[in-house]
Nanobody, 119 residues
């Protein structure tokens, strides 16, 4: 059974930090590129950051460059999103996504974790 389980969300003050984790199971993690998306209230889902299956390449939305860092540990089957210098506009539900590098139409989603940045 495929599972992506996000954790680490919560309430943080502006300027603070959070580290999101996404633990994968039920598929060959090292064959999947991983991404973090978010959906803010009243807005469409947007790509925040992505990392290749080997971890050799990453990409970021312009709005988070220099503040967020995506990483992965293939041995632990986990992808992380370190979020620093958080802003109120980062408030959203953050979702983990896995996309097969072999069958690119094959994709899995986590259930999401809420991040709220507020004083």
């Amino acid at each position: 059974q495929v599972q992506l389980v996000e954790s680490g969300g919560g309430l943080v003050q502006p300027g603070g930090s959070l580290r999101l984790s996404c633990a994968a199971s039920g598929f060959t993690f090292s064959n999947y590129a991983m991404s973090w998306y978010r959906r803010a209230p009243g807005k469409e889902r947007e790509l925040v950051a992505g990392i290749t299956n080997t971890g050799g390449n990453t990409n970021y939305a312009d709005s988070v460059k220099g503040r967020f860092t995506i990483s992965r540990d293939n041995a632990k089957k986990t992808v992380y999103l370190q979020m620093n210098s958080l802003k109120p506009e980062d408030t959203a539900v953050y979702y983990c996504n896995a996309r097969s590098v072999v069958y690119t139409a094959l994709s899995y989603w986590g259930q999401g974790t809420q991040v709220t940045v507020s004083s």
